[in-house]
């Protein structure tokens, strides 16, 4: 079984940027999709963006064009680079991982079973 750890949570200005990391230990990430995930405060969990086992990726379009997902495969750990912060990415955001998400069910936090602890991020106005 996989475990993930995130960090590189933080308070940055709008506008600003942050760069988050999800380490993966115990499996190497090649084996799962990986995902984003994020909750603010009285929300549900939203999806983010998502790495598939096989590289492809997608995001949310409240991200798209601001947020990029990459993975670094001998690090096995995943990142989150945000540009563009807006209060409304205020949130916990969750690295998760799935030994078998298909492509039609990456955006579901249903088809992760591997969850980080999450990290805050929080952004002012």
């Known amino acids: 079984q996989v475990q993930l750890a995130e960090s590189g949570g933080g308070l940055v200005q709008a506008g600003g940027s942050l760069r988050l990391s999800c380490a993966a230990a115990?499996?190497?990430?090649?084996?799962?999709?990986l995902a984003w995930f994020r909750q603010a405060q009285g929300k549900e969990h939203e999806f983010v963006a998502a790495?598939?086992?096989?590289?492809?990726?997608t995001c949310a379009d409240s991200v798209k064009g601001r947020f990029t997902m990459s993975r670094d495969i001998a690090k096995n750990t995943v990142y989150l680079q945000m540009n563009s912060l807006k209060p409304e990415d205020t949130a916990v955001y969750y690295c998760a991982a799935s030994g078998g998400a298909i492509w039609s069910t990456l955006s579901r936090a249903s088809a992760y079973d591997v969850w980080g602890q999450g990290t805050q991020v929080t952004v002012s106005s």
């Open positions: 115990g499996r190497s990430i090649n084996r799962y999709s």
């Open positions: 790495i598939k086992w096989s590289g492809e990726d």
